[in-house]
């Protein structure tokens, strides 16, 4: 029960990206992230460069290109989406390998693959060299709403606890000799998923009862931050 | 799925990005008054519920499985400004943490399902809850009928948006009509887990469910007389 506190979601590290402030790196994410967004998609260049310089933190920063490679697949569906696009666009027809798409719908389909890549290529750099307590605190000192930031913590806490629960709840039903594959299985699972609500909902009770306990008036106390500031760093310097 | 980057064009996600923060204030003073100081424990976990059930795959047959989207049924189990929070909050994750959604279409992909999904669902299910008797049993087909209408819903403020600010050159009755016909698929598997999970809750734990307060409070009190004096209270431990 008291998994939860491995690097599962960013890989640990040393170089000068993990080191930099939390919040100087949300900022400059949104505004890189912008800035290609607002990009017109015909400067192919302009794209070379913006993933030459995203390459190249991952390489400053350490982390195996492996790493971030395997957890892109999450824009796969996007990606066969933006296959589609040539296919069901307007516009003049071009013939490319046999097959005849539109050209405006080319373009698109490229500019919607180049963005959105970048996209997840820089936030899971984000992810990756940045512990989420210091994301945490980061968004903080953004001034993004405490109560918004407490919830996000409570996220990144019991998310492996509750995550962990439901696969014990699916090893029981399996070795009960229910293998979910088919719809007919459908009302077991949403009973799990039910009786998985009632946990947390209990577990959340549980932990408001323990935090009053212990003091809770409403705001957490603010845990130091291992790197905050440059003059945090400078102390650690001299110790 | 979620909005990633580049999808909408810049204005359209700032735009967007506005909407969805002046909701968010909303939804913060509404879950306050919903669950006062235990908002930020109760919040987080029924976020991580919501953030677990999603990676729960319903098996559709023939390989594929779909998954939950969970914006009707965490507005009936908690409340629709908890809900809204922790929908939110859990794309707010997804975003940061598995770049499961574009940094700059945040906004975007919290109106849609934080916002209008749960807003849709609650609402439909308040209205459904109308018509039919204020009883238990009543809940859960209500929820249904609220996670039915409110994805295809959330696909066509999805459209309207990208009529506004889309970025590939698809007309935009062609996107509107494929988007939510798909989504109106897709709302029919959510209405069944909806339906399926809101039951055995309701089954279980009445109390826990925010939807069914009002059939709680129905219920009249049972006052039982005393017990027998045949049996002497020493005799039962």
Redesign the interface.
């Known amino acids: 029960m008291g998994a939860g506190h491995g690097h599962r979601?960013?890989y640990h590290g040393h170089s000068v990206l993990h080191r930099a402030p939390a919040h100087l790196k949300l900022v400059t994410?949104?505004t890189f992230?912008?800035v290609?967004?607002?990009t017109p998609?015909g400067w192919f260049p302009v794209f070379a460069g913006y993933l030459l310089l995203l390459l190249g933190l991952v390489a400053l920063s350490r982390v195996p290109f492996g790493y971030i490679g395997k957890?892109?697949l999450?824009?796969t569906?996007?990606l066969l989406?933006a296959v589609l696009?040539p296919f069901?666009?307007?516009?003049p027809r071009v013939v490319v390998l046999g097959l005849s798409v539109?050209e405006?719908?080319l373009l698109?389909?490229w500019?919607?693959v180049?963005?959105?890549s970048?996209?997840?290529l820089?936030?899971?750099t984000?992810?990756a060299t940045t512990d989420?307590q210091d994301?945490l605190t980061g968004l903080r000192r953004l001034r993004m709403?405490d109560?918004?930031v407490?919830?996000?913590?409570?996220?990144?806490?019991?998310?492996d606890?509750?995550?962990a629960?439901?696969g014990r709840m699916m090893t029981a039903m399996r070795s009960r000799g229910c293998d979910?594959?088919?719809?007919r299985?459908?009302?077991v699972?949403?009973?799990?998923?039910?009786?998985?609500?009632?946990r947390?909902?209990e577990?959340?009770?549980r932990?408001?009862l323990a935090?009053l306990a212990r003091g809770?008036d409403?705001t957490?106390p603010a845990s130091s931050p291992r790197v905050a500031s440059g003059a945090r760093v400078g102390q650690g310097a001299h110790r | 799925m979620h909005v990633p980057d580049g999808f909408l064009d810049a204005p359209t996600s700032i735009a967007t990005g506005a909407v969805a923060a002046g909701g968010l204030a909303l939804a913060l003073r509404g879950a306050r008054r919903e669950l006062d100081d235990r908002t930020a424990p109760m919040a987080g976990l029924v976020a991580t519920f919501v953030f677990a059930g999603q990676m729960m795959n319903f098996p559709v047959g023939a390989g594929t499985s779909g998954h939950l989207l969970g914006g009707a049924m965490a507005a009936v189990l908690a409340g629709p400004w908890t809900a809204m929070l922790c929908i939110s909050t859990v794309l707010l994750v997804q975003a940061l943490f598995m770049a499961d959604g574009g940094i700059t279409a945040l906004g975007t992909n919290i109106t849609l399902m934080g916002l209008v999904g749960v807003g849709v669902g609650w609402l439909v299910f308040r209205a459904v809850r109308a018509v039919l008797p204020d009883r238990l049993g009543s809940v859960a087909p209500a929820a249904a009928v609220g996670a039915l209408l409110s994805v295809p819903v959330a696909a066509a403020v999805f459209s309207l948006l990208f009529a506004v600010g889309g970025t590939a050159p698809v007309s935009s009755e062609k996107v509107f009509v494929a988007m939510v016909s798909w989504h109106a698929v897709i709302g029919v598997g959510e209405a069944l887990i909806t339906f399926l999970v809101v039951a055995s809750v309701v089954g279980v734990r009445p109390d826990l469910v925010y939807g069914a307060r009002s059939a709680l409070r129905a219920r009249a009190l049972e006052i039982r007389g005393p017990a027998p004096a045949a049996i002497p209270a020493a005799e039962t431990p």
Do not use: N, T
């Open positions: 979601l960013h994410l949104v992230m912008l290609v967004v607002s998609r957890r892109m999450v824009e569906p996007f989406f696009v069901i666009a307007a516009g539109s405006p719908g698109a389909a500019g919607l180049a963005k959105g970048l996209g997840v820089a936030s899971l984000m992810a989420p994301v709403p109560l918004i407490q919830i996000m913590g409570f996220m990144l806490r019991y998310l606890v509750v995550s629960e439901m979910p594959r088919s719809p299985h459908w009302p699972l949403a009973r799990s998923l039910g009786a998985l609500f009632i947390s909902y577990r959340g009770e932990v408001h935090m809770y409403g957490l």
